[in-house]
């Protein structure tokens, strides 16, 4: 009893913090293999970014079933605990030369909260700055180049309302014989000239929000991630840069729903005056709770262009295809039916069916309008702590996410809002994640992929510039297939709260070592 009184308690302090968290960080990992243990009643796996709320309500809830945690587990959740603490303990200002800071670095086992650059308490006000720096030596066969990473970010809170801040300033080396650009540039502007040392890029993430008991409303630049794959969603994945975009959610026992509406960037290059192509994007998911163990949810989805807002879409709760239908069937309009089941203690399931255009008279036949994406996995967290294996098959229909438009396929900025691999694909991947302990993560992952030649597979392409209308298509995937296969290998070391090392590894592309601090 004391415990529930004392989660319950804690969870009412937390309930300011709806401030987004990003997406890439370990403890996702750790709350997701609590879960499917059973230490946590999740709501949360399937839409991502986690906020601070979030992630200290499931941190209290494993701890509230700390008598069936090993030692090694109660060492990794104090981790995560101290690290996302904000209930800070000293009034007014504390600066980074502050008595409470150096003692919390010199002397690591006292700390309660992790340090930051900034921190301010002040009547139910906080806000804290936090400032990083990564720096990293690349090498690709014979050739190396430096890539550093620039990050502040300024958050707080009063009352209802949560906001968040930052700028990510990325920079690498100029080195004509490694030209490719890291991962983490996906559009924008590049400031790219001769007598600059530097290749340099950056991008903004923000939220501002307002929690209501009986929702949420805010305004973001965020990543936007919906499906139950831990990294390969075919709904929305991290494929793109963070969308602006306006997000209202609501929840009640067993059922959860959310909205968004976004601007997506033009698929061309972008003209320097008003004159780019509006470009927006507009979905809602719900999801219920069948079970304790069983998940059910259904998503829409509509892209659509040249005007500023279609009222009819700003409406969270209108059926979005019929809307669309109504409107002239003018738009691009997509679905997508998920699950996730835990059929056994530390073993789950998930799938989703992904689908852009049907006929179901043609449902099981080869015609080319069928397209869509099939997908489905399970992971496998040991009790002991070992490594947990995910295995997934994803499947996806040539012409997927493209339209008969090109200005309205499920794309921003050229990039496929949802599956990496585009369509006209078949991949095979496993995956692995070890928190070994409380210091040390890994995390590996083999990719098979088998694309087929056929002008379905770019999504930019018109279908309408298909041959013929009522074409059958042979086999699932079409044309001259090629198969690829990848390898990749991710090790991060965390020092103490404040530094960490990682290294990486891309077969035939990138070796990576670094080492950030994070105050």
Do not use: C
Request: aromatic share 16%; no cysteine; charged share 20%.
């Amino acid at each position: 009893m004391k415990k529930i009184l004392y989660l319950l308690f804690s969870i009412s302090i937390l309930l300011g913090q709806n401030i987004l968290f990003r997406v890439d960080h370990p403890v996702y990992q750790f709350l997701e293999r609590q879960e499917s243990l059973g230490n946590i009643n999740s709501e949360y796996w399937s839409t991502r970014p986690y906020t601070l709320t979030q992630i200290n309500n499931m941190l209290l809830e494993v701890e509230s079933r700390s008598s069936d945690l090993s030692t090694n587990d109660i060492q990794i959740l104090k981790r995560f605990q101290i690290e996302f603490n904000r209930n800070f303990s000293h009034e007014g200002i504390t600066f980074p030369w502050s008595k409470s800071n150096l003692t919390s670095l010199r002397k690591p086992s006292s700390q309660i909260i992790k340090p930051y650059f900034i921190t301010y308490n002040q009547s139910g006000t906080k806000g804290w700055i936090n400032w990083s720096e990564t720096f990293r030596i690349q090498r690709q066969g014979s050739d190396s180049r430096g890539y550093h990473t620039d990050y502040l970010g300024i958050s707080g809170e009063t009352g209802s309302i949560a906001f968040t801040t930052q700028y990510t300033f990325h920079r690498v080396t100029r080195n004509n014989a490694f030209d490719q650009l890291p991962d983490s540039y996906k559009e924008g502007y590049i400031l790219n000239r001769d007598y600059i040392k530097w290749i340099n890029w950056g991008y903004p993430t923000s939220s501002l929000t307002y929690t209501h008991p009986d929702f949420t409303l805010g305004i973001h630049r965020q990543p936007i991630y919906w499906g139950y794959s831990p990294s390969n969603s075919p709904i929305f994945s991290d494929n793109v840069n963070p969308l602006p975009h306006v997000q209202w959610t609501t929840e009640t026992n067993h059922l959860r729903f959310k909205f968004i509406h976004a601007r997506l960037s033009p698929n061309s290059a972008s003209i320097a005056d008003t004159l780019n192509i509006r470009r927006n994007l507009s979905a809602h998911r719900v999801e219920f709770d069948i079970s304790p163990k069983f998940e059910f949810a259904f998503s829409e989805m509509v892209i659509y262009a040249y005007r500023d807002f279609e009222l009819g879409y700003l409406n969270p709760v209108n059926f979005l295809f019929a809307e669309e239908q109504a409107s002239g069937d003018l738009d691009n309009k997509l679905m997508a039916i998920d699950f996730k089941w835990r059929p056994l203690s530390g073993f789950t399931t998930y799938g989703t069916w992904f689908f852009d255009e049907l006929d179901f008279w043609k449902l099981f036949s080869g015609w080319w309008g069928n397209k869509f994406v099939f997908q489905l996995g399970g992971i496998y967290y040991p009790v002991a702590n070992l490594p947990s294996i995910n295995v997934e098959f994803t499947a996806t229909r040539p012409w997927t996410y493209s339209h008969s438009n090109p200005v309205n396929s499920y794309t921003s900025g050229g990039r496929i809002l949802g599956l990496k691999d585009g369509p006209n694909t078949r991949a095979l991947r496993v995956r692995s994640e070890w928190q070994i302990n409380q210091k040390l993560y890994l995390r590996g992952e083999f990719t098979q992929i088998i694309r087929g030649d056929d002008p379905g597979s770019e999504v930019l392409n018109s279908y309408s510039e298909r041959e013929t209308e009522d074409g059958e298509d042979t086999s699932f995937i079409v044309g001259e297939l090629e198969t690829m296969n990848a390898s990749s290998l991710l090790i991060n070391y965390y020092i103490n709260s404040t530094t960490s090392v990682l290294f990486s590894w891309e077969q035939d592309k990138v070796l990576q070592l670094g080492i950030k601090f994070d105050w």
